[in-house]
């Protein structure tokens, strides 16, 4: 990261960089030597340096993703998607939410819906993004638009648990795995857009549900706005 944030000002502010660079002292010489992005054949394009120099990042993979599409090359922009989705970033939906979305630009709809699906299956949806904007494009590609976040997930999970907690003859989840869910379930709600629950709405229910979960410093997080 901070190879990152040295780079992008030395692009903000030319070789030698600006505030971020001065904050770094000594640390920025040993991180990151002056003019490494500017004498780079990258010096216009930060994300592909960041790519290429530094490591990935899901911003820049989005980033490339669009240059592509700029330049009309849909089958770059189609594998770097896939690329995207690939990438070291497991527990995150929005890479393939990201997928999900080029291909359906590109009138890829089957593929499309199968891969908002993944997105909706392989992390929390609040991993989707802030403004709810890509999950809106995942419920409507996904075909679960208009179903409450509940019936979602336990479609995505293969149905309900049986009356002994498990399912697939797996043991019953502990209490604290049990707890971790129901964080995570109201979390989901949220993100999902579930009728009447917001962010401050299940703010206290989330931390509850994270100290049973013997998450406590996690819990304590949470409720920190409502301290101050």
């Known amino acids: 990261m901070l190879r990152r944030a040295l780079a992008e000002d030395e692009r903000a502010h030319g070789v030698g960089g600006g505030a971020a660079t001065a904050a770094c002292g ?20 930060v994300e592909a340096f960041l790519t290429r120099r530094v490591g990935r990042f899901l911003d820049a993979d ?13 089958t770059s922009a189609l594998v770097t ?14 890479p393939h939410a990201v997928h999900a979305a080029t291909l359906a630009r590109f009138g890829r709809a089957a593929e499309a819906r199968d891969q908002a699906r993944v997105a909706l299956s392989v992390g929390p949806w609040w991993t989707m993004g802030e403004d709810g904007a890509m999950m809106t494009q995942m419920q409507t590609l996904s075909g ?45 709600a949220v993100a999902w857009g579930e009728r009447g629950e917001t962010w401050a709405s299940v703010r206290e229910r989330v931390a509850e549900s994270l100290d049973e979960a013997g998450l406590r410093a996690l819990s304590a997080h949470v409720l920190a706005p409502l301290r101050e």
């Open 26 to 45: 000594s640390d920025a010489l040993d991180a990151y030597a002056p003019g490494e992005l500017t004498n780079s054949p990258y010096a216009t394009r």
């Open 62 to 74: 989005e980033t490339l993703i669009e240059r592509h599409v700029e330049r009309g090359d849909v």
């Open 81 to 94: 998607a896939e690329w995207c989705a690939d990438g070291p970033y497991a527990g995150w939906s929005r």
């Open 144 to 188: 679960y638009a208009g179903r409450s976040a509940a019936d979602v997930r336990r479609t995505l999970e293969g149905g309900d648990v049986d009356a002994g907690g498990a399912s697939g003859g797996e043991p019953a989840p502990t209490r604290e795995e049990t707890a971790l869910k129901r964080a995570m379930d109201a979390m989901d």
